[in-house]
């Protein structure tokens, strides 16, 4: 099958106090942009890389990643800019991997272990079991047996995604397309996740994220 991988930049990214948009801030040394745009188009199992980047700031997209890329103008909501890319797509791709330009370090088997799961889903995203006490503000115990934090890159098998942006009501917003996908009756699986794979939102989140890769080379 023809896997393309489609990788959602077109926030305004507010919350990471950076001087520009977070998704063209320097982390290790790169935008963090494409340091995820460099992970999916080196690996052997992308056939396809859409970018989708926010009203005028193509410049600073093609100074991330070049002008080869394959770049469109993303939406309002991220499941805005989700359908925007499923459109721009070749037609022949059967599978498409969706994943957030904040999260800048994808290791290789994270994208092995979502393309393989696949074979046997109609989804397949990468899952971290949580470790920590959780609670409520009141105090409430929530029990966190079966509890997992969920990162991208989310794989779908394309015509069920573009059922479940067909179906997802147009002004409500979905963090992630795994919940889109199930609203329509599809079967999600979980692969194991990463912590490199830890999104970059607030300002703390860079140092963060450049320590994790100093620690590790993968
Ligand atoms: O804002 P947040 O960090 O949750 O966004 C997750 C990802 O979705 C980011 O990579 C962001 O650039 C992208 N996004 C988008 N279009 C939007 C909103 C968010 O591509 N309208």
């Known amino acids: 099958p023809r896997t393309a991988a489609l990788i959602v930049a077109a926030g305004r990214g507010l919350r990471a106090g950076t001087s520009i948009p977070k998704q063209y801030a320097p982390v290790a040394g790169r935008a963090m942009l494409a340091h995820a745009y460099a992970a999916f188009a080196a690996h052997p199992g992308i056939d396809e890389v859409m970018v989708m980047v926010a009203e005028g700031q193509q410049a600073m997209a093609r100074a991330a990643i070049g002008d080869e890329a394959a770049i469109v103008t993303g ?126 939102t607030y300002p703390e989140d860079f140092a963060a994220a450049e320590a994790r890769v100093t620690w590790e080379t993968r």
């Open 75 to 200: 939406g309002v909501l991220r499941s805005d800019s989700v359908a925007i890319g499923i459109e721009a797509l070749c037609d022949t791709a059967d599978r498409v991997l969706v994943h957030d330009a904040a999260r800048p370090f994808v290791p290789s088997v994270v994208i092995d272990r979502v393309i393989a799961a696949l074979d046997d889903a109609d989804g397949a995203i990468p899952a971290l079991a949580v470790a920590d006490t959780l609670t409520k503000d009141d105090g409430t115990l929530v029990p966190r047996d079966g509890v997992y934090r969920i990162q991208t890159p989310q794989g779908f098998r394309l015509p069920i995604l573009v059922q479940a942006h067909a179906a997802w009501p147009a002004d409500e917003d979905a963090t992630d397309d795994a919940q889109m996908v199930r609203r329509v009756g599809g079967r999600v699986a979980l692969v194991q996740g990463d912590v490199m794979l830890d999104k970059v």
